[in-house]
């Protein structure tokens, strides 16, 4: 163990209720899975402070950047993020070195008087702040109006009981860890419609050097699916700025990875899917690649699309 063993390892996060709920899990986990005593430090992000929507407000970085400061200011020995949120480029001082087994990668739609998705009537209010969910929404309900919306989950789910929105969605995995996966009127099919790399998953940053402090919860088939989902942003990140859902699985020995690209209005979605032999060290780098390209090679890069 590094020189943080043999005290109290402190673990750092954003301080929304659904941030310390995961915190709270991996912390209990890592403890049982180690026997080391941990404590939570709370920090506040920039995507704490601004009401921006996230098409406008940066997005990458937004709810990590202070993070990381402060791991590397040695204020926290640890950080949890949801995946989902960390920049795909690596980091030069810090690394993840773990990724626990995610929970479910999964869109949920929470709608008024119990309706899935196809019940809505034409000219329903549906919120979300994700580009992708409004660019898939387009596509499957161009009658719905779609209203960008910002404000944590007891926020959001407060415009359907007010009647303000007729429904919004948000991701399967932050309300069960909170326990409110029970307002949840229909969970999205994952493999039509994927979801934002790497969602359902956390990322547990440590300083370069002392990966053994968490990797005890690092799990491989979680790992390489996240991997092969971010490793298609990545690529795409270069020559794209159009919504980006993906899905891998590990199943049978293989990984499978599907990727879509989406114009903003949803008239157009470009979909690429390979599949790999797993495990083998460039297993998840392969596979993106050949989907990343595919896209590209598609038209991916031409897809900004105008928003309606």
């Not at 940066?58 to 204020?75: H, I, M, P, S, V």
């Not at 060290?281 to 598609?298: H, K, N, W």
Request: proline content about 5%.
């Amino acid at each position: 163990m590094s020189s943080a063993s043999g005290s109290t390892l402190r673990i750092g996060t954003r301080g929304s209720t659904l941030a310390l709920a995961q915190t709270g899990m991996f912390a209990d986990d890592l403890a049982d899975a180690t026997g080391v005593a941990t404590e939570i430090v709370t920090i506040t992000t920039d995507g704490d402070r601004s009401n921006e929507p996230l098409s406008r407000a940066g997005g990458t970085g937004l709810f990590t950047g202070a993070l990381r400061d402060a791991l590397e200011a040695d204020e926290c020995d640890i950080i949890v993020h949801s995946l989902k949120d960390l920049p795909t480029a690596p980091h030069e001082r810090l690394v993840v070195a773990a990724i626990p087994a995610r929970e479910d990668p999964r869109d949920a739609l929470i709608a008024r008087d119990g309706l899935t998705l196809d019940e809505l009537p034409a000219g329903a209010r549906i919120g979300t702040g994700s580009p992708r969910r409004m660019a898939q929404l387009r596509a499957r309900r161009p009658d719905l109006q779609v209203v960008d919306i910002r404000g944590n989950v007891d926020t959001r789910l407060g415009k359907v009981t007010s009647g303000e929105l007729d429904a919004v969605i948000l991701a399967a995995a932050g309300l069960r860890r909170i326990g409110r996966a029970d307002v949840v009127t229909e969970f999205l099919d994952a493999d039509a419609w994927p979801t934002a790399p790497g969602q359902g998953a956390l990322a547990v940053e440590v300083r370069r050097g002392e990966e053994d402090l968490v990797s005890a919860l690092d799990h491989a088939e979680t790992r390489a699916a996240v991997e092969a989902e971010r490793g298609v942003l990545a690529l795409l990140e270069a020559g794209c700025s159009a919504p980006v859902g993906a899905r891998a699985v590990v199943d049978a020995g293989l990984l499978l990875l599907s990727a879509s690209v989406y114009s903003l209005d949803g008239t157009t979605i470009l979909t690429s899917s390979h599949a790999t032999v797993w495990p083998e060290p460039e297993a998840a780098r392969d596979i993106a690649s050949a989907v990343a390209r595919e896209l590209l090679d598609a038209g991916a890069a031409d897809l900004t699309g105008e928003r309606p």
